[in-house]
């Protein structure tokens, strides 16, 4: 049975992270996944969980949470008429396909692999974020054909990697190549659908060792944790709505963009034992 006092201190922790990750959903439009995984990895290992396999946890945790919010906003967003179920239809074949490669791959990595490879990923996004114009353009339509079939499977690939939705990688790639920007957030939360499930599904097969199973998990999936954070996200994200409405946050999206990079390059020094 589990220490009951560690389990006061997870909920504790939970609680804070799905506060915080709910509340800068709302006011960034940033995936909660940018947010949780890193939050989990570091909560994990102050309650002593370790091993080669923690970061497999934080991922899979984090993209169960996604199935949730994500269909939760495309639903919403679909009652507005936003989402571009062309591009949803055309690329989410090969997103899933990624997807599914992502979790072979995040099954044999170690854990320091893993956190390394959330350190590139999110450097890239970071720096995206803080430096990125509205105007650039690598295309005036989303790419289809053999472009499409290449492009497709990494989006779901990297996005597992990461243990995040659709967004980071979706809303870029649609803007970069002229779809306006709540048409693009939209449709990417329908990637954050396609590659959450079946990752998860995958995830829940996977065995993971002693040192980083935590209590009550399915697989590399943590349920109380999914539930504390799920029920936090829904509380909080309104009240990021309304401080965005409220002020300007684009000054706020620079500023997480350097919190984004300091993080990255933390999941680097650790991932090389600095």
């Not at 990125?132 to 499977?153: F, N, Q, T, Y």
Request: hydrophobic residues 55%.
């Amino acid at each position: 049975m589990p220490d009951t006092m560690l389990l006061l201190q997870m909920l504790v922790l939970l609680l804070a992270i799905g506060a915080l990750a709910g509340v800068l959903a709302g006011l960034l439009g940033v995936g909660g996944g940018i947010v949780l995984v890193p939050s989990f990895f570091y909560a994990f290992q102050t309650l002593g969980y370790g091993g080669p396999q923690l970061m497999q946890v934080c991922l899979a945790t984090s993209l169960a949470t996604i199935i949730v919010t994500s269909t939760r906003s495309v639903l919403s967003h679909n009652r507005k008429g936003a989402v571009d179920w062309v591009i949803l239809r055309g690329w989410g074949p090969g997103i899933v396909v990624g997807a599914v490669i992502g979790v072979l791959v995040a099954s044999q990595l170690r854990s320091s692999a893993l956190q390394a490879l959330f350190g590139v990923l999110g450097l890239l996004i970071g720096l995206y974020m803080a430096l990125g114009k509205a105007e650039w353009r690598l295309g005036e339509e989303m790419p289809k054909g053999i472009k499409r079939a290449v492009l497709s499977p990494f989006v779901g690939f990297l996005s597992v990697l990461m243990g995040i939705g659709g967004g980071s990688f979706g809303v870029p790639l649609m803007s970069l190549h002229g779809t306006p920007i709540h048409r693009a957030v939209a449709t990417a939360a329908g990637f954050g659908v396609i590659i959450a499930v079946p990752s998860v599904l995958g995830f829940m097969l996977m065995p993971v060792d002693a040192a980083a199973k935590l209590p009550y998990s399915i697989g590399a999936v943590n349920i109380p944790t999914f539930l504390v954070v799920i029920a936090m996200t829904t509380l909080t994200a309104p009240l990021g709505v309304k401080i965005a409405h409220a002020m300007d946050p684009k000054p706020l999206k620079r500023v997480f963009a350097v919190f984004l990079i300091f993080v990255a390059l933390n999941m680097l020094r650790k991932a090389m034992g600095w």
